[in-house]
């Protein structure tokens, strides 16, 4: 019989009635045309009648069963084989640790004061010592299989930055699987013919004509149907059976051979089952868990045409997550549909009159039904369990039956209580709700495009970027930036008291000329002005990682700030006017796009030329920034004035060797009456090692010549003498305050 699934009866709501009244006369079986054409041809001939159009047969039989559809979503769209394998990986180790490890890690987690208690703390550490590695496996090996199954639906969802992604993501996936669905159903529906043939259906006979499509308009009459589905048979002289598809029954050779009221019985069912459209309930249920559905049919498929303990065994070890899957989740919930169709579809022949056939079917196969008692045979099964099915058949009558007497009363069957009509699933509040969602999520993404459009588009960025730049704004600028790069510009005062100083000029005239997508980058060729000259530079975006409002992913800046290096040892330099601070070592200062300006500061000893430095977005300025001082023209006299006071107060003294100068008198162990005279001052050379240090030389060509005078202890007496000196001098330049002060440098 049918194995799909049907809404079940709501024999509770109808009235149980015990009608007195003579029953009619049944109808007689038509002269039919065994070979009457399809009364509804077209690419979905055969397809149930009483609905207004294909469509609504296709939508009532995919909205019947709602369980069997959450089953099957969420075990194949949630990777629940794979949780279940992680859960059950995790659980085994952990369990297995916690085994031998369990005993000491709860004994170390006891308290001194119970653990040196008498008698108390020996008994809680002994009992822990014995029974802490059974616990703590029991207890470790459950909570690793909660995190073990709930891991791999949450790293599903990892890459969602708050609930409205999170939403969106789940609404993703549901059309998703909602559009395998009802595509598989379509191929299943279409295909319908072609596939049952290749699976052996064939044809009748025209003997087989004969005998049972009488039968089938019979029943069809009876239950009021106009049409009846395109009828096929399988060879199969063992089973008698009979099963239903959209538009198609195919019995079993073996059934001919039954009496025909048992034929009529099950044609019935079998009709109930094709009216009210169960095979597309069971389609669209394996089209929503159409991924898990194809790998179960692997080892469904090994075990039923290798049927031996040791493939079992194999295909149980490299499949049993799967097999499990859909073993507890997804057949559970679906066949409870299931096997309330097939009680729905008893009725069918209660309604033909043909009750004893049917009766009679269900008590000769009692011997196909097992033992009820296990998960398979009761929760998994398709078929309710024969005698409650045949205890269903005592408890109904059909309207024209007339009760016999002193028997309990029973309810009456109708067609409409079959097919519920011509679109038993009411549509029409659910429509109106549907609707008004649906509008309300097309004006609302109607407005999130346009307030993404507006703000977060990367024109956005680019134009908000060089605004902040055009602002001097250092804040604003930040915001353009990636958190991390924002957050260093945020803290850095020499940034901020460079780009508002009034040295420095941003770009200008800003034209963005393409924007280049690839992902979540994206390039931007702009077009500006700076230094007075029209420049173009690419900008280089990334999506942000975090959304706005949850909602909205915006774009931020890359490359947006550039880091230059300063020589070591810069005394006085300024970037824009702002003094940066001096270090022994090379060092990198953050810098926006835009025209700067190098100096020093200014001091009596030197001058630096301003240098213009161009910073474009993206781009390292490789080379490093250095103030290059140049002596001042009037600090040479200074400098040459300080020099010959230097020189003179030396040679004021009246010693061999006047302290702290550049030179003194050598072979006149006794020399008396010295005076030292200048006859020619040095010509210096000073060379600048900062902005307010130079070096004095005297060059080879430029030196100087000193003469001293006295007399000495000779064998003739006192004699007078005369030596002179090359004079040349050494030192350094410093600037105290506004004064230079000159520093000599003498080798005592």
Known sequence: ?????????????????????????????????????????????????????????????????????????????????????????????????????????????????????????????????????????????????????????????????????????????????????????????????????????????????????????????????????????????????????????????????????????????????????????SAFVRGVGLPLVLVHAVPTWLMRRFPHPATNLFVFLFFWPVLLTMKYLVQPLHRADVRAAEYRADLGAVVTGHTEGLRAVLERRRSFESGRSGWDEAVCAEHPPNELRLERLESVRAGDDTPAPQTPPRRVVDTEELFGGDDPVDLRRPAVIGGVALLSFCLLSSLLGVVQWGFFRPETSVEGYFSALADRDVDDLAGWLSPEVGAAVRGDDLLADSIRSADYQPPTDIDIRTIERDGDDATATVSFVVGGSRTEAQVMLRRDEESTLGVFKGWHVVGGVSALSVVAGQQGLMINGVRVPESPQEQTVLSVPGLHVVTAAANPLSEVAPQHITVLPGAEFDTPIQAVPELRATARGGIDGQVKTYLDECARQTVAAPEGCPFRLSGYQSAKDLKWTIDRYPTTQIDMVGPAVAQVSTPYDGQGEVRVTGTYESFYGKEPFIESYVLDVTGVVTVTGDELSFQPDVDE
Not at 72 to 84: C, E, G, I, M
Not at 135 to 154: H, S
């Open 1 to 281: 019989m049918q194995q799909n699934a049907v809404q079940p009866s709501s024999d509770e709501q109808n009235q149980i009635v015990d009608d007195p009244t003579p029953p009619s006369a049944r109808p007689s079986v038509p002269e039919v045309d065994i070979a009457r054409p399809d009364s509804n041809p077209g690419r979905l001939a055969n397809r149930p009648p009483g609905y207004p159009n294909a469509l609504v047969w296709l939508r009532v039989g995919i909205l019947r069963d709602w369980r069997g559809v959450l089953g099957s979503f969420v075990a194949a769209w949630f990777y629940v084989p794979v949780a279940l394998f992680t859960a059950v990986v995790l659980a085994a180790v952990a369990g297995l640790v916690l085994a031998f490890t369990g005993g000491s890690v709860f004994v170390d987690q006891v308290p001194d004061e119970i653990r040196d208690a008498p008698i108390i703390g020996g008994l809680v550490s002994s009992f822990l010592e014995q029974s802490g590695g059974a616990i703590g496996a029991f207890v470790g090996a459950g909570l690793a299989f909660l995190v073990g199954l709930l891991l791999v639906p949450v790293l599903r969802f990892s890459g969602a930055d708050g609930a409205v992604s999170v939403l969106t993501q789940l609404v993703g996936i549901a059309a998703a699987a909602i559009v395998v669905g009802v595509l598989f159903t379509l191929y299943r529906v279409l295909l319908e013919d072609r596939l049952l043939r290749v699976s052996g259906a064939r044809d009748l006979s025209r003997r087989e004509k004969e005998l049972v499509i009488p039968i089938l308009y019979e029943c069809a009459e009876r239950l009021g149907l106009p049409a009846v589905p395109r009828l096929l048979v399988e060879d199969d002289l063992v089973s008698t059976n009979a099963r239903t598809y959209a538009r198609h029954i195919v019995v079993t050779t073996g059934l001919l051979a039954d009496p025909r009221d048992e034929i009529a019985a099950l044609l019935s069912h079998e009709l109930v089952h094709w009216r009210t459209g169960d095979e597309i309930t």
